[in-house]
């Protein structure tokens, strides 16, 4: 028998969703609402899968902490099945990737967690990643220990899952996958790895049209941190990542679903380290976040949106102070069009910042704390 954990009522919240449009992180711990609101999901202080969303659309008004469960060695990364249950991914301390779901779209019950399996001798190291195939059919990526990408996928929408791993890249990889939708829908993947002449590469793989399995090849590049991936307002994907010499680099399709520039860009930068986060302004012009090695938040956004797609002449400081920044930001879009930043910091808990006006880039609120991921209702 499957147990159920209740997580309070919602006064008919619709749980979350991610639009394939909108998913901006190789993971992601921030989603959207159906019925509009930002909910967070975290690792609590306890080991266990924390969630708290806003009580009302658009608004810092927080439900508090409630536990999901779980025993969790990594972040979570949340999706929405296409009949609106979510689902949660975690890799857990006994090294297996597990999943929870809603019972029903529209309620706060949740599932017990189940496994996914395992693959061979390998076990998972990295961060899963999830992404929503053409057909609604969810598929779960994750690093293995030995360097390998493995992912496995729905059987059908909202549906149970195959029972085998299969590995997408071989080897190599060093870092967590990013997994977005092409304009056509076609999932393309994107992973920070070493080529065989030892040198560091983006490796590329994506879904071939009406055939099935993967194509795969390189945008090279020299990254000093893990990928994060876009869809641009021209549908075309753009790529982000650390680079050498202290800049954020990116590279982007030439044409929505075609090939790729000739080489990665700089847009500059100060100190920044890790996975930058990218957000989506209502106009579509991007906003590309980045955590600095002095625990602070610099940001960077573009003048107009693609294909011209031109960038502010500096980065702006968003955070600087006490305590430390010390996890990579998280940005989503709020139902009125503002950027919402959401990051960990040094004294355990979890801050959001957000735009006073949808597409200001230059008007931002004051930082706001959720307090540490701990169960302040019943579980």
Request: with cysteine.
């Amino acid at each position: 028998m499957r147990t159920v954990t209740k997580s309070p009522e919602r006064s008919g919240m619709v749980m979350a969703t991610i639009s394939s449009v909108r998913y901006v992180s190789p993971f992601s711990w921030v989603a959207l609402n159906t019925n509009e609101a930002l909910e967070v999901f975290a690792r609590g202080s306890d080991g266990t899968l924390q969630h708290n969303w806003q009580t009302a659309p658009s608004r810092n008004e927080w439900s508090g902490w409630s536990s999901l469960g779980g025993s969790l060695e990594s972040d979570p990364v949340v999706a929405t099945n296409l009949d609106g249950r979510m689902e949660a991914f975690i890799r857990d301390t006994d090294g297996a990737i597990r999943h929870a779901w809603q019972t029903t779209p529209h309620s706060g019950s949740w599932s017990s967690w189940g496994s996914l399996g395992g693959f061979g001798d390998s076990r998972p190291a990295g961060t899963p990643t999830v992404a929503r195939n053409f057909d609604g059919r969810l598929e779960v990526f994750v690093r293995a220990s030995d360097g390998s990408v493995q992912h496995v996928w729905q059987t059908a929408p909202n549906n149970g899952w195959e029972r085998e791993w299969k590995a997408l890249f071989d080897d190599q990889v060093i870092g967590d996958v990013a997994v977005i939708p092409d304009a056509d829908g076609r999932l393309e993947a994107f992973a920070r790895a070493y080529s065989y002449e030892g040198a560091l590469t983006v490796l590329h793989a994506y879904q071939r049209p009406h055939v099935s399995g993967w194509a795969f090849g390189q945008l090279e590049g020299t990254p000093q941190g893990d990928p994060t991936a876009v869809l641009n307002t021209s549908g075309q994907q753009e790529v982000f990542a650390i680079g050498p010499d202290d800049s954020v680099e990116h590279i982007w399709q030439t044409k929505p679903g075609n090939g790729w520039a000739p080489g990665w860009r700089s847009i500059g930068g100060d100190t920044p380290v890790g996975t930058p986060a990218i957000g989506v302004n209502p106009d579509g012009r991007l906003d590309v976040f980045a955590r600095q090695e002095g625990g602070t938040l610099e940001h960077k956004w573009q003048t107009n949106p693609a294909p011209d797609g031109k960038w502010s002449s500096s980065w702006v400081s968003l955070y600087s102070g006490s305590p430390l920044l010390i996890g990579d930001p998280v940005v989503a879009s709020n139902a009125d069009g503002r950027l919402e930043v959401f990051a960990l910091f040094g004294d355990g808990t979890i801050r959001c910042a957000w735009q006073n006006v949808a597409g200001n880039d230059n008007d931002w609120s004051a930082w706001h704390s959720l307090g540490v991921p701990e169960s302040s209702q019943g579980g």
